[in-house]
């Protein structure tokens, strides 16, 4: 059973150098069931898909848009050959894009999956008279207005003027095209030195941000040291001062026993033992009885 409907089978770019284009890509859930689905892509830095994953209900609809960035050299031809695979798997009622998981539509998951293709097609701008990309080089676009110029010079028309005059005509319109095309070839061959320049002073740039970045990432680095060092001090002052308590607590115990040991002794010597004050008084006993006899 086919989980979803999907328009067009191919994406077709307007491609024009330094510029983005994009195109939509229509999906309809054809099931009664929550479909969820993923776009993956074979060059996923040159395109940017919004939504690239989500939730289709029952017989519902989505349009995802698909970004391609802007690029500075054509492919060879116009042939490009990314491609795109979206995936769709069946999952419970009531689910929602936060619940979407990239393991979910593992091929291995136990969820029923469906997977379809889609080839990128790239096609040039309808009619431009800009410098157009062929075999990733620029090529300039003839513009119309010239041949029919040229035409109504070359074949007979009403009101001709003379035939010299037409002469000179050609020939001066003859000078200006071979002096357009000249100048045209020199802008194509100043164009790669305008680029390697710009490429130059990019690189530049980037060079300026990653030294920037880098002095960032060392203060932030010698900040870390030093929170660390610090740390290191206070793990050690309280290591002593936990040592220290510790050996304080000991000789609190000793002075403790040594108390206890002579109140101990104090309380022996203090007064006469019952065995003693027994026999004292048996004694007596003894030596009353006998003086009263």
Do not use: W
């Not at 395109?47 to 690239?52: A, E, F, I, K």
């Not at 929602?96 to 469906?114: L, N, P, V």
């Not at 090529?139 to 010299?164: M, R, W, Y």
């Not at 880098?214 to 206070?234: G, H």
């Amino acid at each position: 059973m086919e989980l979803l409907e999907i328009q067009p089978r191919e994406l077709k770019f307007t491609f024009e150098l330094k510029k983005q284009c994009s195109c939509s890509i229509h999906v309809v859930n054809k099931s009664d069931q929550y479909l969820a689905f993923k776009v993956k892509t074979t060059s996923p830095k040159r395109y940017c898909v919004r939504p690239n994953t989500g939730i289709i209900k029952p017989k519902a609809e989505c349009d995802i848009t698909v970004t391609m960035q802007a690029q500075r050299v054509a492919p060879p031809n116009m042939q490009c050959k990314d491609k795109f695979l979206i995936q769709s798997i069946v999952v419970p009622y009531g689910t929602t894009e936060a619940d979407i998981r990239s393991d979910m539509f593992a091929k291995d998951s136990g969820k029923y999956h469906e997977e379809k293709k889609l080839r990128v097609v790239l096609s040039g701008p309808a009619h431009s008279s800009v410098l157009l990309p062929l075999n990733g080089l620029l090529k300039q676009d003839p513009c119309p207005e010239i041949f029919s110029q040229e035409e109504q010079l070359l074949s007979g028309v009403e009101n001709t003027p003379p035939a010299h005059v037409v002469a000179e005509d050609l020939e001066g319109f003859k000078t200006a095209k071979v002096t357009d095309e000249s100048r045209a070839a020199k802008d194509v061959e100043s164009r790669p030195a305008k680029d390697v320049d710009e490429l130059k002073l990019m690189k530049d740039i980037a060079k300026e941000k990653i030294g920037k970045d880098i002095e960032k990432l060392n203060s932030k680095l010698n900040l870390l040291e030093l929170n660390l060092s610090e740390a290191k001090l206070t793990i050690t002052r309280l290591t002593e001062e936990r040592s220290t308590a510790t050996q304080e607590r000991e000789t609190l115990k000793l002075e403790l026993a040594m108390l206890r040991k002579k109140s101990h002794m104090r309380r022996v010597q203090v007064g006469f033992p019952f065995l003693f004050v027994l026999m004292v008084a048996i004694i007596g006993i003894a030596v009353g009885y006998l003086m009263h006899s």
